[in-house]
T-cell receptor, first 111, second 114 residues
Framework: SQQGEEDPQALSIQEGENATMNCSYK?????LQWYRQNSGRGLVHLILIRSNEREKHSGRLRVTLDTSKKSSSLLITASRAADTASYFCATDEGNNNDMRFGAGTRLTVKP | DGGITQSPKYLFRKEGQNVTLSCEQN?????MYWYRQDPGQGLRLIYY???????QKGDIAEGYSVSREKKESFPLTVTSAQKNPTAFYLC?????????????FGPGTRLTVT
């Protein structure tokens, strides 16, 4: 089944630095969503970007979408230790509208 | 206080036993989902339901069963036919089953079968 694939698998940065995570997919999409998961918890929705949008902002989060390259990026600016979590992108399969999740990027922000 | 709840948080069972995981939501959402997450991996869709008394198989439905008798409830049964049931199970809901709606997740149930 179609799903997004995140890159890198793991990322470790210092507090205050920016963190960039990427998501690639294979077929056309209607929507792409980013979620966050703290260890052992459920996922929390961060942001949704539609296929006709190129960029969206939410607080310290910036998401871009390049449909020609079939990729999206999530940028967290001025990272904090509390941003330590796994981040997942989820894409739909076009006609079915089913959402599929990638394997995630595990972000560690060191204080 | 609206939300989605799962119980129990931890569940232990012997091999060969069926076990049912609870999922309840008071968000008045039509769509509900069950996912399985293995260590260091993403989520895989087991079953989803768009409306009461209707549900569809996801990518890994074999060895699992669900029911949707009430809008608020979507229990998942892990049967003895599931070959590798030990995993973290997540339930989610959304207003509709369309990708333009965000999914709200429960806290998860960690199932260990020995």
């Amino acid at each position: 089944s179609q799903q997004g694939e995140e890159d890198p698998q793991a990322l470790s940065i210092q507090e205050g630095e920016n963190a960039t995570m990427n998501c690639s997919y294979k077929t056309s999409i209607n929507n792409l969503q980013w979620y966050r998961q703290n260890s052992g918890r459920g996922l929390v929705h961060l942001i949704l970007i539609r296929s006709n949008e190129r960029e969206k902002h939410s607080g310290r989060l910036r998401v871009t979408l390049d449909t020609s390259k079939k990729s999206s990026s999530l940028l967290i600016t001025a990272s904090r230790a509390a941003d330590t979590a796994s981040y997942f992108c989820a894409t739909d399969e076009g006609n079915n509208n089913d959402m599929r999740f990638g394997a995630g990027t595990r972000l560690t922000v060191k204080p | 206080d609206g939300g989605i709840t799962q119980s129990p948080k931890y569940l232990f069972r012997k091999e060969g036993q069926n076990v049912t995981l609870s999922c309840e939501q008071n968000l008045n959402h039509d769509a509900m989902y069950w996912y399985r997450q293995d260590p260091g991996q993403g989520l895989r869709l087991i079953y989803y339901s768009q409306i009461v008394n209707d549900f569809q198989k996801g990518d890994i439905a074999e060895g699992y069963s669900v029911s949707r008798e009430k809008k608020e409830s979507f229990p998942l049964t892990v049967t003895s036919a599931q070959k590798n049931p030990t995993a973290f199970y997540l339930c989610a809901s959304s207003k509709r089953d369309y990708s333009s709606y965000e999914q709200y997740f429960g806290p998860g149930t960690r199932l260990t079968v020995t």
